[in-house]
């Protein structure tokens, strides 16, 4: 069975950082291209970074770019965000997600459970 598996959420003050962490098992993780989204309360589902399966290509919503950073570690199987300079508007429930390359939710078929970021102003 495929599944991801994401961890490293919590409360962070804002101008803070985290790192969110999200594991692949039962497949490599080399043949994806991985994404993170992020579902704040009383909002859509929204996207926040892709990265191709080569890692050659890398995509960021206008609201977090220049701040957070997606990254791959095929041989842990596992895809990072950096988050820095957090603000009160990224607290949401992040969630990782492995298919193809894409901004929209459609493009990928396996999920995470989601890991809770919150920052406080």
């Known amino acids: 069975q495929v599944q991801l598996v994401e961890s490293g959420g919590g409360l962070v003050q804002a101008g803070g950082s985290l790192r969110v962490s999200c594991v692949l098992s039962?497949?490599?993780?080399?043949?994806?291209?991985l994404g993170w989204f992020r579902q704040a309360p009383g909002k859509e589902r929204e996207f926040v970074a892709s990265?191709?399966?080569?890692?050659?290509?890398?995509d960021y919503a206008d609201s977090v770019k220049g701040r957070f950073t997606i990254s791959r570690d095929n041989a842990k199987n596992t895809v990072y965000l950096q988050m820095n300079t957090l603000k009160a508007e990224d607290t949401a429930v992040y969630y990782c997600?492995?298919?193809?390359?894409?901004?929209?939710?459609?493009?990928?078929?396996?999920w995470g459970q989601g890991t809770q970021v919150t920052v406080s102003s």
């Open positions: 990265i191709s399966w080569s890692g050659g290509r890398r």
């Open positions: 039962g497949r490599s993780i080399s043949t994806y291209s």
């Open positions: 997600a492995a298919g193809s390359y894409g901004r929209r939710g459609q493009e990928y078929n396996v």
